[in-house]
């Protein structure tokens, strides 16, 4: 075999995976289409929980200044996601094309082997691995690997080639996105229904502005290139009587309101991750977070399969776990849809929404929703309010040196954090899980971990494990890292 994975596809979940594949210590190869990449803005940002994941691989410094705000909307109703504690909407004003490129760093520092220029155009999965053939510089080549993992985006060309079910429903509007120059634009952050539709515009800084335009009865059309930045002009001063003719376009887009994900996320030794496995309307800015959540779940488990060391279930796990959070992630995001795009039909509905969200525990729901806080995994049985949920942030004391729990996460290892004097020995784990032993410091009021003895978490930073009975400690963590050894 050249090398136990290929992740098709260099966008954020592909270099997600390839870095934690790295980190769990299996090689890999990265294929990718274009020759470079695109440098164009897209996403503008990540949701808090995706943030947190970047901060427990040690990555946040690498973006710069990370401006986050508790001010957001569902559904163009506002929202203040502060309600959750320690929350907010996101990391805003950060381009796709910077996230991409701090991503792509950290993965070939940890050794991918990312290739540019690739295009794949057939797959075989014989049981015992995947040929895979491609198209690059050089022209025609196969490759082999164990697995395939298709990051390629919400047009994935793999996905169609293992035969993933891809059910849904297609776009009904068209939408266009640019970001715009040489025009003096009215701020509308979180978008702005009128007459005929939505727009939204949003300063990017070096006198640029976001725009993006949604007309109704406009129908979707089949395109091979970006729309014409007239095109977008056109419908902006329709919409808003303003006209953005004199301006000009960094970049133009185009996209629609399509519904759909598969049925697995895993087929023989191909899996999917990302925009290739959900596609949906990009409300709220989880389509980046999300699949990026989907590598941080596969990579660590992958990497424990391709070195022998996975207990059995473990690879299907991914499909258990994130499954259902692409079904959430598209639910919320077509409910967002009804309530932001449609017309004054929903009028009534939206007055009743916005009367709900007065409600505390209802912006609760919604913020958790939105921002992923709330994801939770089955993870077997207990009573402590952290299992199958993200370990906190938490400052520790280990002897006399100051870290934090996610500064432990760092490696991408399982960690069993001691935090009682006194608790059994960590008898019956696997090799690689590391024990800690550490003080909290400054745990705030109604903090889960006050009278916690222990926790056992895995390199996603999901709590496996909680309690003060060393005797449990094999049970929970077998399924997950193994027998001891």
Request: proline share 7%.
């Amino acid at each position: 075999m050249d090398t136990p994975v290929i992740v098709v596809g260099a966008g954020p979940s592909g270099l997600v995976l390839a870095a934690e594949l790295r980190l769990g210590g299996a090689p890999v190869i990265v294929l990718e289409k274009l020759r470079k990449r695109s440098g164009e803005s897209r996403g503008l940002g990540f949701t808090a929980r995706t943030l947190e994941m970047f901060d427990q691989r040690g990555l946040v410094p690498r973006f710069g200044e990370v401006e986050t705000s508790p001010q957001g909307h569902f559904g163009g109703i506002p929202m203040d996601y502060s309600v959750l504690a320690d929350a907010h909407f996101g990391a805003r004003g950060i381009p796709q094309s910077r996230t991409e490129e701090v991503l792509e760093g950290w993965a070939t520092g940890l050794g991918a082997d990312i290739r540019r220029g690739v295009e794949v155009v057939g797959l075989t999965d014989d049981g015992e691995g995947v040929d895979v053939e491609a198209v690059g510089p050089d022209g025609p080549l196969t490759l082999r690997s164990r697995y395939v993992v298709a990051c390629d985006g919400g047009h994935s060309t793999v996905r169609g080639l293992a035969g993933f079910e891809f059910p849904g429903t297609d776009s009904t509007i068209e939408m266009f996105l640019a970001d715009v120059g040489g025009c003096v634009i009215e701020p509308r952050q979180i978008g702005e229904k009128v007459p005929g539709g939505m727009v939204m515009s949003a300063p990017l800084g070096d006198g640029f502005d976001r725009v993006i335009v949604v007309e109704r009865g406009t129908p979707p059309r089949r395109r091979t290139s970006p729309p014409d930045f007239a095109e977008v002009a056109d419908a902006w001063q329709r919409l808003t009587g303003q006209s953005l003719h004199g301006g000009h376009a960094r970049w133009v887009s185009s996209f629609g309101d399509a519904t759909r994900q598969v049925t697995r996320y895993r087929r023989g030794n191909v899996l999917i991750a990302g925009d290739a496995a959900h596609t949906h309307l990009p409300a709220g800015g989880q389509g980046l977070s999300v699949s990026v959540q989907d590598a941080f779940n596969l990579g660590w488990k992958l990497a424990a399969t391709v070195r022998g060391r996975a207990p059995d279930g473990l690879l299907d796990s991914y499909h258990d776990e994130r499954h259902p959070v692409g079904a959430r992630l598209l639910m919320n995001t077509q409910a967002q849809g009804m309530l932001y795009l449609s017309g004054v039909e929903m009028e009534p509905l939206r007055t009743v929404f916005g009367e709900l969200m007065d409600d505390p525990n209802v912006r609760r729901r919604l913020a958790g929703m939105v921002s992923g806080l709330d994801v939770r995994y089955d993870v077997g049985p207990g009573a402590h309010p952290l299992l199958g949920r993200r370990v906190p942030k938490v400052e520790l004391l280990v002897g006399d040196t100051k870290t934090s729990t996610f500064e432990l996460l760092h490696g991408g290892r399982p960690v069993l954090l001691r935090l009682r004097a006194g608790l059994e020995p960590a008898a019956g784990l696997a090799a690689e899980v590391e024990v800690v032993d550490a003080e909290p410091h400054g745990l705030p009021d109604g903090s889960p971990l006050h009278g916690t003895a222990a926790l056992l978490v895995r390199p996603d930073g999901y709590v496996v494990w909680a309690g003060d009975d060393g005797s449990e400690l094999r049970d929970a963590a077998s399924p997950w890292f193994g027998p001891p050894r």
